[in-house]
């Protein structure tokens, strides 16, 4: 008898909560019957509310290392969409099915026996990556109309200080301030602009207060307190399109990239301009003159943080870290070390001329 695995994915959560994926399974358990295959209990894989954008998906990956390691005569999916949005995966990984002997198959789609169906399923994958593409858009001109309108429903979620008040038959979505969050957030305003208090003083007072994060985290972060000191919606006016998506990996430090790490996506998060965003009125918690100078002094700091120090050369004659040094007479005068490198070893705790503190 035929061994088959079967694959179901639906992408959006609300398709999560309709439990249309149950529908493609029994579908694919139907036609298995039919057919005579037999589907083992546990290889039937479910990805729920993943994006066939990716490819890293749960369910997919145990799929893909049971074919890889045990071997499966036939994996069964619902229709090509379901097994991948983008042509490219598709084709990859029915190219990676068929190499370990398993064939695919699609219910509602082409077999992908001949060249025929090979083609149909590439005009198949063409057009939902063509669909998916309309979709994204059409969602994205939604939203950017309803924040033009001043719907605050279009926003990810209420920042530390907020509620967020889900829409009703009688009034739309809003920001509710939270008052003793909203207190704490004034001070912090206060103590940056007024005391000079740095991100790191901030984010230890925070801590040392048990104030839980929006997350709920006992542990407050500096890009937390940082994103709060550069959030307008604090000044009134929350600002939809504030940050946009690149198609290009993140950026790795030196210590990653040594280690050989990767990113996951091939896209990363960048601030868009602050005219290209649209603004939506929330109740203010500060001024837009504390605002203004919270923001200045990010700027400033930005702008004026020293860099660091030059490395040392590395002595090609003894393999260690080694710079050219001037000895110092007792009168003060200097004389050149004639011997060659001296070894230098750090000197920790001491203060380097070419080291000053960064400022937050």
């Known amino acids: 008898m035929t061994s088959a695995a079967i694959y179901a994915r639906v992408s959006s959560a609300r398709q999560k909560k309709d439990e249309t994926i149950a529908s493609q399974t029994a579908a694919l358990h139907e036609y298995a019957k039919q057919h005579g295959f037999d589907v083992p209990a546990e290889w039937v894989f479910e990805d729920e509310g993943h994006s066939g954008a990716t490819l890293v998906r749960p369910a997919l990956e145990r799929l893909r290392d ?56 590439q005009f198949q994958g063409m057009f939902a990556e063509y669909e998916k593409a309309q979709i994204l858009e059409r969602y994205r001109r939604g939203k950017a109309h309803r924040a033009k309108t001043g719907s605050v429903n279009v926003l990810s979620g ?60 006992t542990r407050w972060d500096r890009s937390v307190v940082w994103a709060m000191l550069r959030n307008p919606a604090y000044a009134g006016r929350a600002v939809f399109g504030k940050t946009g998506v690149v198609h290009e990996p993140a950026g790795l430090n030196r210590v990653a990239r040594l280690q050989g790490r990767t990113t996951p996506r091939a896209s990363k998060t960048v601030d868009r301009p602050r005219s290209d965003g649209t603004e939506i009125a929330v109740p203010a918690i500060i001024s837009h003159d504390t605002f203004a100078r919270a923001a200045q002094r990010l700027a400033d700091n930005k702008r004026f943080a020293t860099r660091p120090a030059p490395r040392t050369r590395r002595s090609t004659t003894t393999g260690a870290w080694a710079q050219m040094t001037t000895a110092t007479k007792a009168d003060g005068s200097a004389a050149t070390n004639q011997s060659g490198p001296t070894i230098s070893t750090p000197s920790y705790g001491t203060t380097s001329p070419h080291y000053s503190p960064t400022p937050n």
């Open 66 to 121: 049971l074919v890889a390691g045990i071997g499966v005569d036939l994996v069964l999916c619902y229709s090509p969409d379901r097994l991948a949005r983008k042509f490219a995966y598709q084709a990859l990984l029915v190219e990676e099915f068929t190499r370990a002997g398993t064939r695919v198959q699609f219910v509602r789609g082409p077999r992908g026996d001949s060249p025929e169906d090979q083609l149909l399923i």
């Open 158 to 217: 209420a920042p530390f200080g907020y509620r967020y008040v889900r829409k009703t038959e009688h009034a739309g979505a809003a920001y509710e301030v939270i008052e003793h969050e909203a207190g704490l957030v004034a001070e912090l305003f206060r103590r940056y602009t007024d005391d000079g208090a740095s991100i790191a003083d901030l984010t230890r007072w925070l801590t040392a207060a048990g104030v839980p994060t929006r997350t709920g985290k």
